[in-house]
């Protein structure tokens, strides 16, 4: 007989004479002839209980079930009087394995702080069970988004020699021994420097000039020495790329796919969703739903400065024309001034990188960020420079090596297009869509400065 998963036992229709479930214990209560197991087995958020007679086969181990142990039970599965709708009357029990006293999850209400020490343990936990089951139904969504509008999935390269974003926040990719006197680059792997990916938009772009609309989906690394609640050393980016496509453009399909998300967590049905409305942000169902039901504003960058210096509002860093936005600025505009998510868009050049198309004004580019509540940025993006001069121009301005990038300007120089695309950063919505207030938490193993465990 196969194991079924508590998943399924609790949405059973009728009863079942013979059913097998597996899980790790939540509590155990005895009385004198017979014992309840709450069993989890990370199907779902709920726990499905046992009822074991004593004297049933396996009876005898009942004493080393103890929170976090292992086991396997056999049984009818039968209307439960309690506040479940079904409990497993149990034939059999099996202990798997025993989970002494030392087991760190013995009580309910630790810290975030204090489950991030045992990584490997919490997802077991009610909250990271449902924030990792909600990171899988949410990427399978991505992919359910694109697909359904004919976007083709791309593997971009995870070790690359270009820095898309030109902000020198590179992890080097080497063999040589950083303690070598003779190091150099001659003798090292690739012969040249290289680096983990900051964003996969460059090799991206050449094949949506080729295949037309196109979208990444993997890890991204940057070496930000910023420790925010927002900010990790590697995190998940989906950046689709789309050929004949300008700024408006982008804005339309950045907002389809965030409404899109967004309603695939308010459709959740599991319990998860649930969960996080009512232990974790009881705000979150309203803000979502104001997502999905409200138009995203459209702002420039000038109008928004502007909005900010009339606000009379006291910025710790006070806003002028030309600053790169800070938290504090995206977080007024998203959540005090305009109530929901809105996109600021042609933004100066000099604070953004060489591959953004120069506007009309010589002043600005095709930049646009999408700012919602409670987050700041969660979408980067731009209509990319389709002119061959001009983007020759922006990367000699930057300093940057020209050789380095004469692939990319090829796509400028054989049958060039406007297109454009945006960066999302997947952990960035995970916080969005469940509430919880930290990157660290949404991720399985987070890296940030000087923490790089298990
Ligand atoms: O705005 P960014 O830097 O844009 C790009 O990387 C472009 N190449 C995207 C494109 O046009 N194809 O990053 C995109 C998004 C941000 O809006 C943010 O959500 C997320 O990636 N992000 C981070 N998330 C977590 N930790 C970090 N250190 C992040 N840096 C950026
Ligand atoms: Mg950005």
Request: proline share 5%.
């Amino acid at each position: 007989m196969n194991r079924s998963f508590v998943k399924q036992v609790l949405a059973a229709e009728s009863p079942c004479d013979s059913v097998l479930v597996a899980g790790w214990v939540r509590t155990r209560r005895d009385s004198k002839s017979f014992s309840f197991l709450e069993l989890n087995d990370g199907s779902c958020l709920a726990n499905v209980q046992v009822v074991a007679d004593a004297g049933i086969p396996g009876y005898e181990s009942i004493a080393r079930m103890t929170t976090g142990a292992s086991v396997m039970a056999e049984g009818r599965l039968v209307p439960s009087p309690g506040r479940q709708k079904w409990e497993i009357q149990a034939t059999r029990l099996q202990l798997l394995g025993a989970s002494p006293e030392s087991y760190p999850l013995q009580k309910k209400g630790h810290s975030p702080e204090f489950l991030r020490s045992v990584a490997h343990l919490r997802p077991r936990t009610n909250l990271f069970g449902a924030i990792f089951r909600t990171r899988s139904r949410m990427a399978a969504a991505v992919h359910d988004f694109f697909r359904a509008r004919g976007f083709v999935w791309v593997h971009t390269p995870i070790i690359t020699a270009s820095d898309c974003e030109g902000a020198g926040e590179m992890f080097r990719v080497t063999t040589l021994d950083p303690l070598a006197q003779n190091a150099s680059y001659e003798r090292d792997f690739f012969g040249k420097p290289a680096n983990l990916t900051v964003s996969g938009q460059l090799e991206g772009e050449t094949f949506a000039c080729a295949l037309g609309n196109i979208y990444t989906f993997g890890p991204t690394f940057r070496a930000e020495n910023s420790n925010t609640s927002r900010h990790a050393a590697e995190f998940w980016m989906i950046e689709p790329e789309m050929a004949f496509c300008d700024l408006a453009g982008d804005m339309e399909v950045a907002e389809a796919f965030v409404r899109h998300l967004v309603q695939t967590m308010l459709d959740d049905d599991s319990g998860d969703f649930e969960f996080f409305c009512k232990f974790v942000d009881k705000g979150l169902r309203a803000r979502l739903e104001s997502v999905v039901n409200t138009p995203f504003v459209r702002c420039s960058y000038t109008e928004a400065v502007d909005i900010m210096q009339r606000s009379g509002r006291k910025f710790e860093y006070a806003p002028h024309w030309g600053m790169d936005m800070q938290s504090e600025h995206e977080r007024f505009l998203t959540e005090q001034h305009f109530g929901g998510p809105v996109i600021v868009y042609d933004y100066p050049k000099e604070i953004k990188p060489f591959y953004m198309r120069l506007n009309e004004d010589g002043k600005t580019v095709t930049a646009m960020d999408v700012l919602v509540p409670g987050i700041g940025e969660l979408i980067g993006g731009s209509q990319r420079e389709e002119r061959l001069e001009q983007l020759e121009a922006n990367i000699a301005r930057q300093g940057m090596k020209a050789e380095n990038y004469a692939w990319y300007c090829d796509l400028r120089r054989f049958g060039t297009v406007p297109h454009a695309g945006f960066g999302l950063g997947f952990e960035r919505l995970m916080m969005f869509v469940t509430g919880v207030s930290n990157i660290r938490d949404v991720l399985p193993y987070p890296r940030t400065p000087r923490n790089c465990e298990f």
